[in-house]
């Protein structure tokens, strides 16, 4: 009995206590959760802007992170594209781009025309994949097209023929880029079949034209036009 007579009596001591400082324990527990989310917001870069792959943790390009950013140039082989963070603060310099490979995907001039005209100056959000040279950056990018379809780039150069596939190279057996690879090659496939873009088939008058410009026959009667047009 006096065992339990005394159990029974911190227990209510510890219950008094509580409900005298609940007040204080839970600001004690917002503090250690606002303290929480300060360190977790901190270690993910929300406020910075990244310049160039050198600034990004390595951490973020192995976990595949997704930043959002603005398309600003469209060239031959990459996407020049300024990073938008999270919260954004107003700077009296315009930031310098990050350069952006399509990952897995080598696209033509057609490519980049359908990207230039598709994303040029949008929105787009991309996922980290690997670094690609010295100062490029392989990425998986995408950008909403309307309010119910997100269009994937990669994919739909693809689509429209305007590319091939370029298997990601990934010593580690990552499964992510296995799967990446195999989305891409369906892509591919689908144009290859219905014959778009790059995989239409030339007609018999074009291959027939295409071969005769190639025989010995049409180069000599071409150099003898131009060897009588300069004489007159």
């Not at 959760?33 to 977790?40: A, D, E, R, V």
């Not at 929105?123 to 100062?135: E, N, P, S, T």
Request: glycine residues 6%; hydrophobic residues 35%; positive net charge.
């Amino acid at each position: 009995m006096d065992e339990d007579s005394d159990g029974n009596d911190l227990l209510n001591k510890v219950s008094r206590f509580i409900d005298k400082n609940i007040r204080n324990i839970n600001n004690a527990i917002s503090l250690c959760g606002g303290i929480g989310l300060c360190f977790i917001l901190y270690s993910i870069r929300i406020h910075k802007r990244f310049t160039c792959f050198s600034q990004i943790p390595d951490e973020f390009i192995q976990k595949h992170f997704k930043l959002r950013g603005q398309v600003r140039s469209v060239h031959d082989d990459h996407l020049l594209v300024e990073h938008k963070p999270i919260i954004s603060i107003k700077r009296s310099t315009v930031p310098k781009p990050l350069k952006l490979h399509l990952a897995g995907v080598e696209y033509t001039r057609e490519g980049a025309q359908f990207l230039e005209e598709h994303s040029l100056n949008k929105q787009v959000w991309f996922r980290l994949i690997q670094v690609k040279g010295q100062d490029g950056i392989d990425c998986i990018i995408s950008l909403r097209k309307s309010m119910f379809k997100i269009w994937n780039l990669n994919e739909e150069i693809l689509f429209h023929g305007y590319g091939k596939v370029v298997p990601v190279i990934d010593r580690t057996g990552n499964k992510f880029t296995i799967k990446l690879t195999q989305r891409l090659l369906q892509a591919e496939l689908y144009a290859e079949r219905k014959k778009k873009g790059m995989w239409v088939q030339p007609s018999r008058r074009e291959r027939f034209t295409n071969w005769f410009h190639n025989q010995p026959l049409y180069r000599i009667i071409s150099f003898i036009r131009k060897a009588t047009s300069r004489k007159v």
